[in-house]
């Protein structure tokens, strides 16, 4: 049995259109808003990517300084990097508890480590 067709419409541009019930309508339209829309999806997912390796189980070879993130913490930088990406959010600076700070910004993804030194003690 095959899907019947829904009427739907842009979000952007208020166009309407009959598609099938799983496409979303900004995904099929061809408005400047949708494509700029599915532009920032694209950035948000490579984004997420690149967290992916810099706080997750692999982190480690990148620097000896990182220890990755918990699965359960990695939601919230990862729901502040989507407002980052949909220009909610301007620059969230995030300390980690392994000293390191996760940068998230309209530039892109960074992790750094802070590296204190002691001489003379």
């Known amino acids: 049995m095959s899907k019947e067709l829904e009427l739907k419409t842009c979000p ?3 166009q309407y259109a009959m598609m099938d019930p ?3 309508p900004r995904d099929a339209c061809t408005c400047d808003g ?3 829309w599915r ?3 694209r950035v948000y997912e490579a984004r997420v990517s690149a967290m992916e390796k810099l706080c997750g189980k692999e982190c480690e070879k ?3 300084h990182y220890h990755p993130v918990g699965e359960e913490t990695f939601a919230l930088p990862k729901d502040i990097l989507h407002g980052v990406c949909f220009d909610q959010i301007g620059k969230t600076v995030i300390a980690l508890t392994d000293g390191t700070a996760l940068t998230l910004s309209q530039k892109g993804v960074r992790r750094v480590a802070k590296v204190d030194l002691e001489l003379g003690q």
């Open 39 to 41: 532009a920032r999806c």
């Open 34 to 36: 949708a494509q700029s």
């Open 62 to 64: 990148i620097s000896a």
């Open 22 to 24: 799983d496409i979303d």
């Open 12 to 14: 952007f541009c208020g």
